[in-house]
Nanobody
Framework: QVQLVESGGGLVQAGGSLRLSCAVS????????MGWHRQAPGKQRELVAR???????NYADSVKGRFTISRDNAKNTVYLQMNSLKPEDTAVYYC??????????????WGQGTQVTVSS
């Protein structure tokens, strides 16, 4: 059993910053890619940022230069530093992780989501 728990969401004014965290726990042999996604009301879930096991990152065009994804492998945690927030960043943010339960068994897991609201 693997659990992902997000934290750090909340209400912030436009131009402000938030830092999201997602801790992975449970039966973990190793973790490959980790990522953040978001879903605004009435819209499809979209990828925000992803980081590979070696630290390679990719970002949605809408957040490039404002958001930074990072990970602490010792803590099995992925972070999303969000700066210069805009009202259009308002959404529920979800983390995901590709977790090896055994040496060869790789599965994708998701967190329950954390609300980020940016007021204008």
């Amino acid at each position: 059993q693997v659990q992902l728990v997000e934290s750090g969401g909340g209400l912030v004014q436009a131009g402000g910053s938030l830092r999201l965290s997602c801790a992975v726990s449970g039966s973990i042999f190793g973790i490959d890619g980790m990522g953040w996604h978001r879903q605004a009301p009435g819209k499809q879930r979209e990828l925000v940022a992803r980081i590979g096991s070696g630290g390679t990152t990719n970002y949605a065009d809408s957040v490039k230069g404002r958001f930074t994804i990072s990970r602490d492998n010792a803590k099995n945690t992925v972070y999303l530093q969000m700066n210069s927030l805009k009202p259009e960043d308002t959404a529920v943010y979800y983390c995901d992780a590709d977790v090896y339960n055994t040496y060869v068994n790789l599965r994708n897991y998701w967190g329950q989501g954390t609300q980020v609201t940016v007021s204008s």
